[in-house]
Structure formats: structure tokens, C-alpha cells
């Protein structure tokens, strides 16, 4: 699915419902959430993938990732996450524009939470 900037839903995002930004950078909730503040960080330049950018751009985005992961932690509570980035069509990216999900955990919301990020290929997820 090939996205001009034109036609991106993240460079359409409105500045008002940003959560937090910086000049390279900027922080929204997912608009299809899979956990309350379910939060997406993406570069501000439409690129696809977080390894077309800069690296300055590049530690632009960890960096507001962190803050966001430290500001969901202090205000909510949060003691675990996923952090995740689907980069490119067969890793399950569904928009071309860079982003990195911050996705918070809580203890319950799945029966075996074990493996995380590994259950992207479920028949291999469990190796215990
Ligand atoms: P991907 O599959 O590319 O890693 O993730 C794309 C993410 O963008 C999904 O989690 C989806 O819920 C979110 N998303 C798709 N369209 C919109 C939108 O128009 N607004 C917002 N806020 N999130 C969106
Ligand atoms: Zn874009």
C-alpha cells in the first residue's frame, strides 16, 4: 500500500491532537488502539521506514518514544510495554509513514503474555 504524503493518514493528523512533539518528531494516540494509550511516534518527515531517516531524526524519535513511555509510566501507572516497529509490507506495516508503537501492558490482559513481540509468527513464538 503505497502512501504519498498526500494521501498519509499520520502527515493529515491534526497538530491538536498531538500529545507531544519536537521539530523532527511528534507523538499521537493510535486511532485503533490495542490497549488504552496506545501511542504512536513517528518521524515528522513522511518516510517509510525509520532507517530512511537521519540518524539525528532518527534519535529524535526514540527520544520522544522514551518520553512517552516515561509520561504514560508516571501519570497511568504503566509498568511494561511494547515497543515495536513494523518495518516494511511482509513485517505487517499497513502505513508507509515510519512509526513506532508504544503499547502499554498490564498484568492480565492476555492469558500468557511470555514471548511479547514473538507471537508476530506465532507457530515459532514459544521456544520455552
Ligand atoms: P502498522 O500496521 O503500520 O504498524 O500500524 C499502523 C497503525 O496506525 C495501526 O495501529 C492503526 O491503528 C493506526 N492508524 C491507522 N490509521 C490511523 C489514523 O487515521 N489515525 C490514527 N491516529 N491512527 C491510525
Ligand atoms: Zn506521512
Not at 36 to 48: D, G, K, N, S
Not at 103 to 127: E, L
Amino acid at each position: 500500500m503505497a502512501e504519498s504524503r498526500d494521501t498519509c493518514p499520520f502527515c493529515s493528523i491534526d497538530p491538536k491532537r498531538w500529545i507531544a512533539s519536537s521539530d523532527a518528531a511528534i507523538a499521537f494516540l493510535d486511532g485503533f488502539p490495542i490497549a488504552e494509550h496506545h501511542t504512536l511516534v513517528i518521524p515528522q518527515r513522511h518516510v517509510a521506514s525509520l532507517f530512511d531517516l537521519d540518524v539525528s531524526e532518527q534519535a529524535e524519535v526514540w527520544r520522544l518514544a522514551s518520553e512517552v513511555r516515561h509520561r504514560l509510566a508516571d501519570e497511568f501507572g504503566i509498568e511494561a510495554f511494547n515497543i515495536g516497529v513494523n518495518d516494511g509490507v511482509p513485517a505487517g506495516q499497513t502505513v508507509l509513514h515510519a512509526h513506532v508503537h508504544v503499547i502499554p501492558r498490564v498484568t492480565g490482559d492476555s492469558d500468557d503474555p511470555r514471548g511479547g513481540i514473538r507471537w508476530v509468527i506465532p507457530d515459532k513464538a514459544r521456544y520455552w
